[in-house]
């Protein structure tokens, strides 16, 4: 179930909102059944957006970062759906070896790190930190901003184990999005390593991901009988385009146009007034990087130099050659005069928590995953977040339920996706 949670949105419920929760025995029976047939991903968060008039996810990391932006209060709830996670796939487990991102630079990541360390003590694991860097030859301990440490050891690899020293770990726990590819200590294991290998994004691409959330959003609405428009961003890709060298732009503006004219039928259809626009991003990657707001084709072609420069690069240097042309959802949701987007976080199939990341710089039409962000822990609904006889009978129901039942769709479409890996 999920976790009564405040959101940034007042007022009366939403159509939507009210849909779902009226149906909700339907829906939490036929998540169940889905989860009796597909193995959810390990972890994952959804970025979320809501227009009021729409719901829906518009990017899903198997290889989630931010668990030190969570309410303190979710912990309990975080254990407990490590220790169902954990049993799953390894019933005898007591040691996991968790693989962060090689930023050491990134304090703030590493707080995350520290703080699924945390989770996983708890959950009862005996964890070590290995870290891929060369730089770390022996352990490493590192000073947080917030007094807390993090010890990094240098990863072996021990036949076809990993190991750091003195530690043989049941379970290698990925917190590495593998945007450069598989390291080579990586191949041939006979450890269980979670998400698995091509989850990474040298192999994962969005499309592929939200062609699986198209299955799932149209499954969905048929039980709920609502258009899946509503919970589901149309999208298209474009392959093989060089932004430096100008090549595919007319593939890419061809495609924009398309999925533009498609939001302008359902924004007539639902009388809504806003422009459409879409985000344009590199199909692989993460980090917010590679991103732009289009709202008419012909901006594709008139690109300068340094918005291609831009959009040709994503992280560990790759090149863009394949994007995704998405449908963008406007978000209304402001906290503290300040656009912000709700990121909903899971562990095994539990919603575990979320947070509102915030920008003070971008508009209700811009990618908010950007420098300048911040983030706005989401708290429980101070009344009834629990049984509560202080409560008043007609007590506002909790519309954050909404934004789970969204989230765990995106999840559920992760979990196809990697059922059917990309050839």
Same mark, same amino acid.
């Given at each position: +179930?999920?976790?009564?949670?405040?959101?940034?949105?007042?007022?009366?419920?939403?159509?939507?909102?009210?849909?779902?929760?009226?149906?909700?025995?339907?829906?939490?029976?036929?998540?169940?059944?889905?989860?009796?047939?597909?193995?959810?991903?390990?972890?994952?968060? /959804?970025?979320?957006?809501?227009?009021?008039?729409?719901?829906?996810?518009?990017?899903?990391?198997? =290889?989630?970062?931010?668990?030190?932006?969570?309410?303190?209060?979710?912990?309990?709830?975080?254990?407990?759906? +490590?220790?169902?996670?954990?049993?799953?796939?390894?019933?005898?487990?007591?040691?996991?070896?968790?693989?962060?991102?090689?930023?050491?630079?990134?304090?703030?990541?590493?707080?995350?790190?520290?703080?699924?360390?945390?989770?996983?003590?708890?959950?009862?694991?005996?964890?070590?930190?290995?870290?891929?860097?060369?730089?770390?030859?022996?352990?490493?301990?590192?000073?947080?901003?917030?007094?807390?440490?993090?010890?990094?050891?240098?990863?072996?690899?021990?036949?076809?184990?990993?190991?750091?020293?003195?530690?043989?770990?049941?379970? /290698?726990?990925?917190?590495?999005?593998?945007?450069?590819?598989?390291?080579?200590?990586?191949?041939?294991?006979?450890?269980?390593?979670?998400?698995?290998?091509?989850?990474?994004?040298?192999?994962?691409?969005?499309?592929?991901? =939200?062609?699986?959330?198209?299955?799932?959003?149209?499954?969905?609405?048929?039980?709920?009988?609502?258009?899946?428009?509503?919970?589901?961003?149309?999208?298209?890709?474009?392959?093989?385009?060089?932004?430096?060298?100008?090549?595919?732009?007319?593939?890419?503006?061809?495609?924009?146009?398309?999925?533009?004219?498609? +939001?302008?039928?359902?924004?007539?259809?639902?009388?809504?007034?806003?422009?459409?626009?879409?985000?344009?991003?590199?199909?692989?990657?993460?980090?917010?990087?590679?991103?732009?707001?289009?709202?008419?084709?012909?901006?594709?072609?008139?690109?300068?130099?340094?918005?291609?420069?831009?959009?040709?690069?994503?992280?560990?240097?790759?090149?863009?050659?394949?994007?995704?042309?998405?449908?963008?959802?406007?978000?209304?949701?402001?906290?503290?005069?300040?656009?912000?987007?709700?990121?909903?976080? +899971?562990?095994?199939?539990?919603?575990?928590?979320?947070?509102?990341?915030?920008?003070?710089?971008?508009?209700?039409?811009?990618?908010?995953?950007?420098?300048?962000?911040?983030?706005?822990?989401?708290? =429980?609904?101070?009344?009834?977040?629990?049984?509560?006889?202080?409560?008043?009978?007609?007590?506002?129901?909790?519309?954050?339920?909404?934004?789970?039942?969204?989230?765990?769709?995106?999840?559920?479409?992760?979990?196809?996706?990697?059922?059917?890996?990309?050839?």
């Amino acid at each position: +179930m999920v976790p009564h949670l405040t959101t940034a949105l007042t007022g009366p419920l939403l159509d939507l909102e009210r849909k779902f929760l009226d149906a909700q025995p339907t829906i939490e029976h036929w998540l169940r059944t889905q989860w009796l047939e597909h193995t959810p991903p390990f972890y994952a968060s /959804v970025d979320l957006r809501n227009s009021g008039f729409k719901l829906a996810p518009v990017d899903t990391n198997l =290889f989630p970062g931010g668990f030190n932006n969570l309410n303190p209060d979710f912990l309990p709830l975080c254990v407990l759906a +490590m220790q169902s996670a954990i049993e799953k796939i390894c019933p005898e487990a007591r040691g996991v070896l968790l693989v962060p991102e090689n930023h050491t630079r990134n304090l703030f990541y590493l707080q995350n790190v520290a703080q699924i360390v945390t989770i996983l003590k708890q959950a009862g694991m005996r964890v070590r930190v290995g870290s891929l860097l060369p730089e770390i030859a022996q352990p490493t301990e590192i000073a947080l901003p917030n007094g807390g440490t993090l010890t990094l050891e240098p990863l072996k690899r021990n036949g076809n184990r990993l190991s750091v020293e003195g530690f043989d770990a049941c379970v /290698v726990l990925l917190n590495n999005d593998l945007s450069a590819g598989v390291p080579e200590i990586f191949q041939n294991l006979e450890q269980a390593v979670f998400p698995p290998l091509a989850a990474g994004w040298y192999a994962r691409r969005k499309s592929n991901h =939200f062609a699986a959330y198209d299955r799932v959003a149209n499954d969905f609405a048929q039980l709920l009988g609502i258009d899946p428009w509503l919970v589901n961003p149309y999208f298209a890709t474009c392959n093989q385009i060089n932004f430096q060298e100008r090549v595919g732009e007319e593939c890419l503006a061809a495609q924009v146009d398309g999925v533009l004219q498609k +939001m302008r039928a359902k924004y007539a259809e639902y009388g809504v007034k806003n422009d459409p626009f879409v985000i344009v991003k590199a199909d692989a990657g993460t980090y917010g990087m590679g991103i732009m707001t289009v709202k008419d084709a012909s901006e594709i072609t008139g690109l300068n130099r340094k918005q291609r420069n831009k959009m040709a690069v994503v992280k560990e240097g790759l090149q863009v050659h394949d994007v995704l042309i998405q449908e963008g959802v406007y978000t209304f949701e402001n906290i503290n005069d300040a656009v912000a987007e709700p990121v909903i976080y +899971m562990i095994d199939h539990y919603v575990v928590g979320g947070f509102y990341r915030v920008h003070t710089g971008r508009g209700v039409d811009e990618n908010l995953n950007a420098p300048g962000m911040s983030f706005e822990p989401l708290a =429980f609904e101070t009344c009834c977040a629990f049984p509560n006889p202080d409560c008043a009978p007609d007590a506002p129901p909790n519309r954050f339920y909404a934004y789970g039942v969204v989230a765990r769709l995106a999840l559920l479409a992760a979990s196809l996706e990697l059922e059917e890996p990309a050839e």
